[in-house]
T-cell receptor
Framework: KAGVTQTPRYLIKTRGQQVTLSCSPISGHRSVSWYQQTPGQGLQFLFEYFSETQRNKGNFPGRFSGRQFSNSRSEMNVSTLELGDSALYLC????????????FGQGTRLTVV | GESVGLHLPTLSVQEGDNSIINCAYSNSASDYFIWYKQESGKGPQFIIDIRSNMDKRQGQRVTVLLNKTVKHLSLQIAATQPGDSAVYFCAENPNSGYALNFGKGTSLLVTP
């Protein structure tokens, strides 16, 4: 079956702009989590959605937001981009979240210039 | 604050040898741990997990050991192969929540 699909794979944006990233989970998975990966901070949790509801949020500013649709697809949005937002953004899907196995997509590489 | 950390940032082993990657955690409430492998240009790939009611769990060529007394986790890879070269992350799921806390990662390099 198809894995987790993230689009786009690469993105270049200018400071101050906003960006929307998309994640299609594995069929049947209802939990989608987002992580930011940078060389300095490693993998950091952004938020998790289950059945269109945000169940958990990491320690990121309000510029970072997300949502989940009825088909479990998820989007995350970053407004007023800063240079420090340059990172690999990873999406993971699982059946129910928590202790269930999470499968990651290949990520979206965002570069802010 | 409480965190998950790794003892060594890089590890070089010869092909065919066994590899051991270590991880320390400080959150005593953590009850679920996972090891991920990340190859260049790819997302993390699930390797193996273990719950806090277990001390050891084995998979194909991999074994995870959990020592709750000293809050230590290790991943053993038997007969390491060139395809095992990657960055390995340990992650914890504290308090049965919905977020994973990842360690910084250990880069494993397998030499012929």
């Amino acid at each position: 079956k198809a894995g987790v699909t993230q689009t786009p794979r690469y993105l270049i944006k200018t400071r101050g702009q906003q960006v929307t990233l998309s994640c299609s989970p594995i069929s049947g998975h209802r939990s989608v989590s987002w992580y930011q990966q940078t060389p300095g901070q490693g993998l950091q949790f952004l938020f998790e959605y289950f059945s269109e509801t945000q169940r958990n949020k990491g320690n990121f500013p309000g510029r970072f937001s997300g949502r989940q649709f009825s088909n479990s697809r998820s989007e995350m949005n970053v407004s007023t981009l800063e240079l420090g937002d340059s990172a690999l953004y990873l999406c993971a899907s699982s059946l129910e979240g928590g202790r269930t196995e999470a499968f990651f997509g290949q990520g979206t590489r965002l570069t802010v210039v | 604050g409480e965190s998950v950390g790794l003892h060594l940032p890089t590890l070089s082993v010869q092909e065919g040898d066994n590899s051991i990657i270590n991880c320390a955690y400080s959150n005593s409430a953590s009850d679920y741990f996972i090891w991920y492998k990340q190859e260049s240009g790819k997302g993390p790939q699930f390797i193996i997990d273990i719950r806090s009611n277990m001390d050891k769990r084995q998979g194909q060529r991999v074994t995870v050991l959990l020592n709750k007394t000293v809050k230590h986790l290790s991943l053993q890879i038997a007969a390491t192969q060139p395809g095992d070269s990657a960055v390995y992350f340990c992650a914890e799921n504290p308090n049965s929540g919905y977020a994973l806390n990842f360690g910084k990662g250990t880069s494993l390099l397998v030499t012929p």
